[in-house]
């Protein structure tokens, strides 16, 4: 399985930033597409962001572009989400997974198993 694992979430005020990780320790990442999900409280999951193998490519949900920006080391095996100018809307868990590279110009779409995730919360 393309197990991953969130890290980076916590408590922020709005217009605060945070910077999530997105690691992989039993396979290499850099063949991969992954994409950031988020759920909030009584909703159902939506994709927030996705990115290529390679970085060539991104996709972002309208509701995050020009506040948040996805970008991977594969040096490193792992694929971050700034996030900046947080709002309390953004308040959710936060998944990554694999997404299906050829559809990355279009939306993200997911094919690997969820992880734990790892919690953010926009509140003053």
């Known amino acids: 399985q393309l197990q991953l694992v969130e890290s980076g979430g916590g408590l922020v005020q709005p217009g605060g930033s945070l910077r999530l990780s997105c690691a992989a320790s039993?396979?290499?990442?850099?063949?991969?597409?992954i994409g950031w999900f988020r759920q909030a409280p009584g909703k159902g999951r939506e994709a927030v962001s996705c990115?290529?193998?390679?970085?060539?490519?991104?996709n972002y949900v309208d509701s995050v572009k020009g506040r948040f920006t996805i970008s991977r080391d594969n040096g490193k095996n792992t694929v971050y989400l700034q996030m900046n100018s947080l709002k309390p809307e953004d308040t959710g868990t936060y998944y990554c997974t694999a997404v299906y590279e050829r559809r990355i110009h279009d939306m993200c779409v997911p094919f690997g198993s969820w992880g734990q995730g790892t919690q953010v919360t926009v509140s003053s």
């Open positions: 039993k396979f290499t990442l850099d063949y991969y597409a």
């Open positions: 990115i290529s193998s390679r970085a060539g490519t991104t």
